[in-house]
């Protein structure tokens, strides 16, 4: 997807600093829970046992479509020459999910095989997945 | 815990695409109307409970509606900030409250003025420059607005459940066969199945008559006792039963987020509350924001099995003449958009009998409202009869 204006771009908050400054590196942190081992992503405190300590790793980059739409409808000028969009939640390998455009129109579907890529705004930088297929 | 609460007065204003006044106005508009329906002074109004549409601030709609109301002594006042989960959760409220004799009179009103004549209703996001955390990445991917988020769940129940387009596409024509008997609905004219297929989506699997129809406008209720309802101008209705869900459930595999509404947590609560179990609801009026919503709430009640309420909107269950008559003012699909308050207001109306040609029976029937992406959830159960008490 080619924009015409950059989106808006999330601020970091106090869970996510460590997130946003890795994706401008074009990497997604995963913190795996030092205690119970379930892996989540900008968490001050574990959503599994509350535990606050992290082991922090890096996602693989692969995934699959938990869901996803197509947007038919300019709802801001970034996306004027785009529609319609693909866009959704893709679930890592990992186990967390995110939000993020997907490419490949062709392969978007639920349970499709995803690809970790990012689009780049100047120093920063989004998340975004190319389908590939079904789920293996 | 058994309520001693009744909703007593309704008051509604606006409900049109046309240019209003400020939603503040509205507000005590519908105040004012809520309690002349009910046959009440407004100055026997002492809780006031305030609910406005997520995107809003203090200065559209907030504390300040007592003054303009000119309301002495309040012994209530919030405003309830629950997303489309704030008018039941405000309802709630006030019912908690004058069972417990914390106030005797409560007004709970909600206003919204989203419709600029010329302007569409999405232009707001275009000023959109930053967000905030791993969820503004949404905004990042292009997933404005509620459409873009209840695509997303309608997506995955569809894919989920191995069902299609034929389910959204039967609670869009079951409801406005509703609306065309509702004079106050905004679109009456018959929806064929057709039609509806012909209509663009907005966000896939999301079409055009899937998505709810905003207007300004207000609606206000009164809730007071059992005892001081008997003696007021209107048929009573009973909050037989009300209770907040929330699930918080984490956005990572084995959590299913987009398609898990609170309802289960909520019926469960309304259901022993009560003794009232979904065989003994007669009606439904259920939060459609967006048509994927009844179909999550009939199955997180008891209605039907998950993945499975499409049927009976297809069958003609939920339909005029139906079994299970659903949002049976059209909704805020073909009725009005005002966020939780347009299934109270109908619910209210049916259980008066005052609903005219759509009359259904109404001595027990469900309300809903869901907010966030299927995050927030606030149910009740409102009836006329003494048979549950």
Redesign the interface.
């Known amino acids: 997807m080619v924009l015409s204006a950059l ?7 106090i ?2 600093a460590g ?1 946003f400054a890795a994706l401008a590196e074009h990497h997604i942190e995963l913190q795996q829970c030092a205690n119970c081992s ?5 968490r001050l405190t574990c ?2 046992c509350a535990y606050d300590a992290f082991d922090i790793r890096t996602a693989a980059g692969d995934g699959t479509i ?14 004027e020459n ?1 529609v ?2 693909a ?3 893709v ?1 890592l390998d990992e ?7 997907i490419s490949a129109s062709e392969h978007v ?3 499709a095989r995803v690809l970790l890529e990012f689009i780049t705004f100047g120093d920063r930088a ?2 975004s997945f190319r389908a590939y297929g079904e789920r293996r | 815990m058994v309520l001693d609460a009744s909703i007593v007065g309704l008051g509604k204003v606006g409900l049109t695409r046309d240019a209003t006044a400020p939603a503040i106005e509205l507000a005590r508009r519908a105040v004012l109307a809520a309690s002349k329906d009910a046959g009440l002074r407004l100055d026997a109004v002492d809780g006031l409970l305030i609910c406005r549409t997520s995107a809003a601030t203090d200065a559209v709609l907030g504390l300040d509606l007592q003054r303009s109301l000119g309301l002495r002594d309040l012994k209530l006042l919030q405003v309830v900030l629950c997303e489309g989960a704030s008018s039941i959760s405000a309802i709630q409220t006030a019912a908690l409250a004058v069972t417990a004799g914390v106030a005797t009179t409560v007004a709970c009103v909600f206003a919204d003025t989203p419709v600029v004549p010329g302007q569409p209703a ?1 232009s707001g ?2 000023r ?18 509620g ?2 988020t209840y ?3 309608a ?2 129940y569809l ?2 459940y191995g069902v299609d387009e034929e389910y959204l596409a039967g609670v869009a024509t079951s409801t406005r066969a509703w609306a065309e008997l509702s004079p106050e609905a905004m679109f009456r004219s018959p929806l064929t199945r057709e039609s509806y297929f012909a209509a ?7 079409r055009l008559y899937d998505c709810a129809i905003p207007v300004n406008g207000a609606v206000a209720v009164i809730v007071t006792t059992r005892s001081r309802a008997a003696d007021l101008e209107q048929p009573v209705v009973h909050i037989l039963a009300a209770a907040q869900g929330h699930p918080g459930l ?5 959590f299913d987020r ?1 398609i898990v509404s609170g309802g289960q947590v909520a019926a469960a609560a309304m259901y022993e509350q009560s003794g009232i179990h979904a065989p003994d609801i007669t009606a439904c009026q259920l939060y459609d924001a967006f048509s994927i919503c009844p179909l999550l709430s009939l199955e997180a009640y008891g209605f039907a099995a998950a993945g499975t309420a499409g049927e009976l909107f297809r069958d003609g269950s939920t339909r005029p003449g139906g079994r299970l008559p659903v949002n049976t003012g059209g909704g805020h699909l073909s009725g009005y958009y005002l966020q939780g308050m347009t299934p109270v207001a109908e619910a209210v109306t049916q259980a008066r009998g005052q609903a005219g040609d759509r009359q259904v029976t109404a001595d027990t029937i469900l309300v809903t409202n869901d907010g966030g992406r299927f995050d927030y959830h606030a149910g009740m159960i409102l009836g006329t009869a003494g048979q549950w008490s």
């Open positions: 989106p808006p771009l999330p601020d970091a908050d869970s996510s997130f379930v892996v989540q992503i900008a959503d599994n938990y869901s996803f739409t197509r947007i038919h409808l300019v709802y801001h000028p970034a996306f785009s319609p969009y866009a959704g939640i679930e186990g967390p999910r995110i939000f993020a455009p579907r639920v349970g989004i998340p | 999405r996001f275009g959109l420059k930053t967000t905030t955390g791993v969820e503004g990445l949404r905004y990042s991917a292009g997933l404005f607005g459409a873009a695509a997303l769940s997506q995955r894919a989920q663009r989506y907005i966000a896939e699997p999301l984490p956005d990572r595999s084995g987009a």
